[in-house]
């Protein structure tokens, strides 16, 4: 990695959405914060909103949105009470502003929830709460809650022979956007994925809190695909799959950074993936606390071409966590030409996109507390390509992980499948015969103070190296000047 082009993209990424209060920059504020005091406000029930959680509000929002689009932009304000909705359009220069006590309420009924003229996404359905395409200048803030109210209920999944054929609506979906702000906001109870955005640019969230655990499936929190300029910060995130998913269905997810965010997921607080067609690259990772988290903690996946390159994850503190670190290269090889669903069985072969490349990739400072009976998921950090394509420059420095140990000489005798064109899902490969690390097709991977320990006997080696060129292990001891 060139460390020092990395360092220029994230003091960008850093000054971005970010006033310093002090001197001069101080002024600015101020001058900002009167010029928006002078904003022309929309009221919502100017235009008819009631806000009983009865009637329904769709028409008089999008009356509210239109007329402040059609002079140039404003704020929407929507003030205490519960406000039902189906499908709502936000336009290019809109603050869609929450009060305190405020909430967006999804309506019950997927009819609400109308298609015509939203774009057709390379995954999932088109059904959605707020929708935004080729829109610049968007900003949802305020104090008040989104609710989805998408309950299995209301919204269940129904999947005959693993094809989804049921209509869950996300809460938002934004396509080609750019200037995008989300701000102090609680989103609450999706029926499918949360905060979806696709290949938009210029993208902030700060002070989010997302509520989406034990509602339903699929209830990711943030998913940026192929995104640009991203900065995650100070969010609060309990989600029920993955929490901050970046994807790649067609284009690259590139210069994001995560930092201050405290998340918990049934499935991962950190994912890479699984839609893996572009790629992930300059990506920054810091001073976060992931929790609570039984199927694994930071997943970094790249299985349909692509590129991953240029990641740097730093302090992280993990409890209660499963696997902790899962780095695969595979070869699914999809397109996202074509619909086509989850490849979960061992058999699978590869679509067709070919193979990409996974490399430079740091792991610092990480402190974790890996739980759960279940040995094949709180189990060993796994670095893994498939043969002939191996994961390179992979580093992991001061990293402490403490295990719950209980492997067996059975376990410490297991072959590990390849599984080369099978979802990614660290799980299926089963219990791995190494407690602390599985590295397999893999070069130059580097342990510089790695310590590795088990609360409980194991009799499985700590270390398993497959097909593994340059690997190194050093201590802090080892690297002081003798």
Request: one cysteine or more; proline letters at 4%.
């Amino acid at each position: 990695m060139d460390k020092r082009a990395f360092g220029v993209l994230l003091i960008a990424l850093v000054a971005f959405g970010t006033t310093r209060l002090y001197g001069s920059d101080n002024q600015a504020l101020v001058a900002a914060a009167n010029q928006a005091a002078q904003t022309k406000v929309f009221n919502v029930k100017s235009y008819g909103a009631v806000g009983d959680g009865v009637a329904m509000d769709t028409k008089a929002i999008q009356k509210t949105i239109d007329a402040c689009h059609a002079e140039g932009g404003g704020i929407v304000r929507v003030p205490s009470g519960d406000f039902q909705i189906g499908t709502i359009w936000l336009r290019s220069n809109i603050t869609l502003s929450l009060d305190h006590g405020a909430s967006l309420l999804g309506s019950l009924d997927i009819a609400d929830y109308k298609t015509e003229g939203l774009s057709k996404p390379r995954e999932g359905g088109p059904h959605c709460l707020i929708y935004a395409e080729n829109a610049r200048n968007i900003v949802i803030e305020g104090l008040g809650v989104i609710d989805g109210r998408g309950t299995p209920e209301h919204f269940p999944r129904i999947r005959p022979g693993g094809r989804e054929t049921s209509k869950r609506p996300r809460l938002i979906r934004m396509v080609n956007c750019e200037q995008v702000t989300f701000s102090g906001v609680t989103y609450r109870r999706p029926a499918f994925w949360g905060l979806h955005l696709i290949d938009c640019r210029n993208l902030h969230f700060k002070a989010v809190t997302i509520r989406f655990r034990n509602n339903g499936y699929n209830n990711d929190g943030l998913d940026l695909d192929g995104c640009e300029n991203a900065l995650i910060e100070n969010c609060d995130i309990d989600s029920g799959d993955d929490a901050i998913c970046l994807k790649s269905s067609l284009n690259p997810c590139r210069n994001i950074v995560v930092r201050n965010c405290k998340v918990s997921s049934n499935t991962a607080p950190l994912k890479f993936g699984t839609s893996s067609r572009g790629g992930f690259i300059d990506v920054s990772v810091t001073n976060c606390y992931f929790y609570n988290s039984p199927m694994g903690a930071i997943k970094l996946q790249l299985v349909d071409g692509g590129r991953l390159e240029n990641v740097d994850i730093s302090r992280i503190v993990m409890e209660d966590v499963g696997n902790p670190i899962f780095v695969r290269l595979g070869n699914r090889g999809r397109s996202y030409a074509k619909r086509t669903g989850p490849r979960q069985n061992a058999d699978g072969e590869p679509e067709g996109a070919g193979v990409g490349t996974l490399k430079n990739v740091r792991i610092r400072d990480v402190v974790a507390e890996v739980t759960g009976d279940d040995k094949s998921r709180s189990g060993a950090i796994m670095i893994t390509g498939i043969p002939g394509h191996h994961v390179e420059n992979v580093v992991l420095e001061n990293i402490t992980i403490s295990y719950p140990g209980g492997g067996t000489e059975k376990d410490a005798q297991r072959a590990v499948p390849e599984d080369i064109a099978r979802y990614p899902e660290q799980f299926f490969f089963g219990v791995l015969p190494a407690w602390g690390a599985y590295i397999r097709h893999a070069r130059n991977v580097k342990f510089r103070n790695v310590v590795l320990t088990t609360r409980t006997s194991d009799e499985r080696k700590k270390i398993v190296l497959d097909d593994v060129e340059g690997f190194s292990e050093s201590s802090r001891d080892q690297e002081k000047p003798q």
